[in-house]
C-alpha cells in the first residue's frame, strides 16, 4: 500500500511553460485535493474531486486545471507558468467515512 | 467562508518548557479540527484531531480541546523537546468538500 504518491519531487520551470504534477492514491479514496504551501500562508485549497468525474475549484484556482479520469489519479496541470506559482504543492486525499487527510510528500516547484 | 487564525511565530522556548499555541477559527456548523505538523523538510503529519465539541485529542504529549463557545483549539505540551521543533497549522475540514482550511502556521523553536 503505497498511499499517495506525487510526482515529480522537484521541478524547475521556465515562465510560460506547461507541465502537469502527478498524483495518485491506491485507497479507492474518493476525495482528492490539491493545495499549495508558500511561506506564512499555510495551505490553500486549489482545486478538489468529490469522485471519479467530479472537480471544482478551491480557494486559489487561477492557472490551474485538474480532471479525475479514474478514482486513482488527480494530475494538476499548470497551463503557463507563472513565477507566482513557485511553491510547494501537495495533493490529499480521503474518504467520505472519515474526517483524516493522507498527505502525499509534496513536489517542490519554481519558475524562473 | 470558513477560516483558520493561528498565533504568528516564531516561538521559541527551552526544552521541557510548557507550549501553548493558539488557534481559532469561523465555520459554519461544527467542522472535525485538527493539528498538523511540518517537521524540516518533510511532508505533513497529522498531529492530533477532534471531532466534537469538548472532545480533547492528544498524542504524543500534545493536547487540545475543541472549545465551541470560544471557537478556539488551542495546542498544549507540558514539557517540550528539541525534537518537537517544527512547523505546527491548525486546521478544520469542510465536511462537503472533505477539503481543510489552515492556518499560516506557527514554528516552534527549542533550544537546549
Known amino acids: 500500500n503505497a498511499g499517495v504518491t506525487q510526482t515529480p519531487k522537484f521541478q524547475v520551470l521556465k515562465t510560460g511553460q506547461s507541465m502537469t504534477l502527478q498524483c495518485a492514491q491506491d485507497m479507492n479514496h474518493e476525495y482528492m485535493s490539491w493545495y499549495r504551501q508558500d511561506p506564512g500562508m499555510g495551505l490553500r485549497l486549489i482545486h478538489y474531486?468529490?469522485?471519479?468525474?467530479?472537480?471544482d475549484q478551491g480557494e486559489v484556482p487561477n492557472g490551474y486545471n485538474v480532471s479525475r479520469s479514474t478514482t486513482e489519479d488527480f494530475p494538476l496541470r499548470l497551463l503557463s507558468a507563472a513565477p507566482s506559482q513557485t511553491s510547494v504543492y501537495f495533493c490529499?486525499?480521503?474518504?467520505?467515512?472519515?474526517?483524516?487527510?493522507?498527505f502525499g510528500p509534496g513536489t517542490r516547484l519554481t519558475v524562473l | 467562508g470558513d477560516s483558520v487564525t493561528q498565533m504568528e511565530g516564531p516561538v521559541t522556548l527551552s526544552e521541557e518548557a510548557f507550549l501553548t499555541i493558539n488557534c481559532t477559527y469561523t465555520?459554519?456548523?461544527?467542522?472535525?479540527l485538527f493539528w498538523y505538523v511540518q517537521y524540516p523538510g518533510e511532508g505533513l503529519q497529522l498531529l492530533l484531531k477532534a471531532t466534537k465539541a469538548d472532545d480533547k485529542g492528544s498524542n504524543k504529549g500534545f493536547e487540545a480541546t475543541y472549545r465551541k463557545e470560544t471557537t478556539s483549539f488551542h495546542l498544549e505540551k507540558g514539557s517540550v523537546q528539541v525534537s518537537d521543533s517544527a512547523v505546527y497549522f491548525c486546521a478544520l475540514i469542510d465536511t462537503g468538500r472533505r477539503a481543510l482550511t489552515f492556518g499560516s502556521g506557527t514554528r516552534l523553536q527549542v533550544q537546549p
Open positions: 474531486s468529490v469522485g471519479a468525474g467530479i472537480t
Open positions: 490529499a486525499s480521503t474518504t467520505g467515512r472519515s474526517d483524516t487527510q493522507y
Open positions: 465555520a459554519t456548523g461544527y467542522p472535525s
